[in-house]
């Protein structure tokens, strides 16, 4: 069973910059969408970033101008760059991706904590 797996993840100051990486488990054909989606504490999961098999990409207000979402199609990598960085960024980050044959996967997430 192919998982995601995100790397990555860390404490850092506000401000501070934290670069998140997704890679598959084993060999698989070919991702569709890929994304990032995180989870704070007490909240639901929202959707942070996406990225299309074209390029195009989608962000959350919340993010936009401080995170870049990336792939690799090749090697069917995904990263989140995030800069500028707030303790309200806190939270589990996940990965996510959808085959072209509508199979999603997620990865098991990775902490991300700001402080003040």
């Known amino acids: 069973q192919v998982q995601l797996v995100e790397s990555g993840g860390g404490l850092v100051q506000a401000g501070g910059s934290l670069r998140l990486s997704c890679v598959p488990s084993?060999?698989?054909?070919?991702?569709?969408?890929m994304a990032w989606y995180r989870q704070a504490p007490g909240k639901q999961r929202e959707l942070v970033a996406s990225i299309s098999s074209s390029g195009s990409t989608n962000y959350a207000d919340s993010v936009k101008g401080r995170f870049t979402i990336s792939r690799d199609r090749p090697k069917k990598t995904v990263f989140l760059q995030m800069a500028s960085l707030k303790p309200e960024d806190t939270a589990v980050y996940y990965c996510?991706?959808?085959?072209?044959?509508?199979?999603?996967?997620w990865g098991k997430g990775t902490l991300v904590t700001v402080s003040p």
């Open positions: 996510y991706a959808r085959t072209y044959l509508n199979n999603d996967y």
């Open positions: 084993a060999s698989i054909f070919s991702f569709n969408n």
